[in-house]
T-cell receptor, first 115, second 111 residues
Framework: DTGVSQNPRHKITKRGQNVTFRCDPI?????LYWYRQTLGQGPEFLTY????????KSRLLSDRFSAERPKGSFSTLEIQRTEQGDSAMYLC?????????????FGQGTRLTVV | DAKTTQPNSMESNEEEPVHLPCNHS???????IHWYRQLPSQGPEYVIH???SNVNNRMASLAIAEDRKSSTLILHRATLRDAAVYYC????????????FGSGTRLLVRP
């Protein structure tokens, strides 16, 4: 296991289409996070899973966005009826459970372009 | 979420030390100070973290002010591969441990 894997790396879609991204975290990591990053900005938190439970969602996660982690392993992020403003890098991160500090490991991201 | 303030950009010469400052005047007693960096076209990667005491690891050192309202990431000898955006983040010890990124400091390393 070499780290957090995200697929696809790049996605170009037409406005109004649905897209789905996949994240495979480091296998023993219970926590999984999704972030969105636009050009020149730091990553913005979207949502957080502890095992299969989605425990926190940002206000940024509109009704068109849905994330799942059905078996507590891989996760998917779906965007319905994409808009041009959804164009961004979508980053996934995972970390082990533990008290205090835990290091988050990020994937290389999926770059979405909505045309 | 507690906020951090960093300079937008800094420059350094290769093989010289670099001191990246961060202000976090609203830090709470249970907030860790994390540093992550993001190289071009990569996801962020962990650099170092601390709570109250100064910390050293193979990548960097973290100097934390006595009142914890500021900290400095120290790269002892900058290399071209250290050119990246460096993020100073306060990590709450709440249940989610999510990271709230600011805009970071873009470090340019001159050969």
């Amino acid at each position: 296991d070499t780290g957090v894997s995200q697929n696809p790396r790049h996605k170009i879609t037409k406005r109004g289409q649905n897209v789905t991204f996949r994240c495979d975290p480091i296998s023993e990591h219970n926590r999984l996070y999704w972030y969105r990053q636009t050009l020149g900005q730091g990553p913005e938190f979207l949502t957080y899973f502890q095992n299969e439970a989605q425990l926190e969602k940002s206000r940024l996660l509109s009704d068109r966005f849905s994330a799942e982690r059905p078996k507590g392993s891989f996760s998917t992020l779906e965007i319905q009826r994409t808009e041009q403003g959804d164009s961004a890098m979508y980053l996934c991160a995972s970390s082990p459970t533990g008290k205090g500090h835990t290091e988050a490991f990020f994937g290389q991201g999926t770059r979405l372009t909505v045309v | 979420d507690a906020k951090t303030t960093q300079p937008n950009s800094m420059e350094s010469n290769e093989e010289e030390p670099v001191h990246l400052p961060c202000n976090h005047s609203t830090i709470s007693g249970t907030d860790y100070i994390h540093w992550y960096r993001q190289l071009p076209s990569q996801g962020p990667e962990y650099v170092i973290h601390g709570l109250t005491s100064n910390v050293n690891n193979r990548m960097a050192s973290l100097a934390i002010a006595e009142d914890r309202k500021s900290s400095t990431l120290i790269l002892h000898r900058a290399t071209l591969r250290d050119a990246a955006v460096y993020y100073c983040i306060l990590g709450s010890m709440d249940s989610s441990y999510k990271l709230i990124f600011g805009s970071g400091t873009r470090l340019l390393v001159r050969p």
